[in-house]
């Protein structure tokens, strides 16, 4: 199994930066892809940001230029720091990762328990 701990969530003002963290333990062959997702109240969870094991980057449209996607493969840990933050960035901000856990086994998808990012106007 992979656990996911999310930190770094909080209240922030508009314009604002916040920093979040996810590291990733268990029995892993191999961490794949990671990356973040939110979900705001009554909306569907949408991808903000993932990076490959390689560091290719894949962005939103509506956090690109504002929010960066970033790993350390040493730690598997992933971080997506977050400036000018804006009231619709408000939700809860999920830590996923694609990893396989023996050599030549399948690859899973794990969730973090999510993270809440509370931005005021």
């Known amino acids: 199994q992979v656990q996911l701990v999310e930190s770094g969530g909080g209240l922030v003002q508009a314009g604002g930066s916040l920093r979040l963290s996810c590291a990733a333990s268990?029995?892993?062959?191999?961490?794949?892809?990671m990356g973040w997702y939110r979900q705001a109240p009554e909306k569907q969870r949408e991808l903000v940001a993932s990076?490959?094991?390689?560091?290719?980057?894949n962005y939103a449209d509506s956090v690109k230029g504002r929010f960066t996607i970033s790993r350390d493969n040493a730690k598997s840990t992933v971080y997506l720091q977050m400036n000018s933050l804006k009231a619709e960035d408000t939700a809860v901000y999920y830590c996923?990762?694609?990893?396989?856990?023996?050599?030549?086994?399948?690859?899973?998808?794990?969730w973090g328990q999510g993270t809440q990012v509370t931005v005021s106007s």
């Open positions: 268990g029995s892993i062959f191999k961490l794949n892809d």
């Open positions: 990076i490959t094991s390689g560091g290719s980057t």
């Open positions: 996923a990762a694609n990893a396989r856990l023996k050599i030549l086994g399948p690859v899973y998808d794990y």
